[in-house]
């Protein structure tokens, strides 16, 4: 039990971070240059991202394993085609909020171009969200990994997988072995919890409104 687990881990830590990884390319493209170039490109864009969110979820999750194949990387890719749309709604709203400060416009005075002044100026001040975004959503992946192994999706056998270990032995022997299934939910909740606390650190580390209010607390 306790080497499948820590196999487990392994499995639901690359699936983590690969989605989220995924997401975070995905959702930097589509908020930076929606809320940079604006107008109707923006108005496009954004009725798409509408149409993207409004599947539901899991629907959306499985349909996609399905016609993939389940995988290691193909719930990969499908978790990170799922998470993106919400993290682009973050990035746009930052970056609307800095597209027409007073360096912005001095950039652009200057000669710079689109190109340049997305990577010197845009980009590295929505780094901090987003990395807090991406560490709390690595908690939603390894969750959203462990429910489509549960409903059988998921990463196949002979790869033991957190949501397998739950559905299959765990299910059948609750009653008579309850550890089937205590550890690998145990596994679960640490993980999601673990990162879910790691994204709060962050987020108070790198927001810098944030700092004076923490450094009082302590005091």
Known sequence: MLSRIIWGARVSITVGFGAVGLSVLLAMSVGVLSAYFGGA????VQRLVDVWISFPAVVLLVSLVAVIGPGLWSVTFALGVLLAP??????????IGMR????MEAARCLGAGHARVIA??????VFAPVVVLA???LGTAILAESTLSFLGYGVPPPFPAWGAMLSGTGRMFMLQSPWLSIWPGLAIS????GFNM????LRDVLDPRLRGTSARMRG
């Open 135 to 137: 560490t709390v959503q």
């Open 190 to 193: 640490a993980a999601v919890f």
């Open 41 to 44: 490109f923006d108005l496009f």
């Open 86 to 95: 919400g993290t682009s709604r973050v990035i746009r709203g930052a970056v």
């Open 120 to 125: 010197r100026h845009v980009l590295p001040n």
């Open 198 to 201: 790691l994204g709060d650190a």
């Open 100 to 103: 027409h400060l007073p360096y």
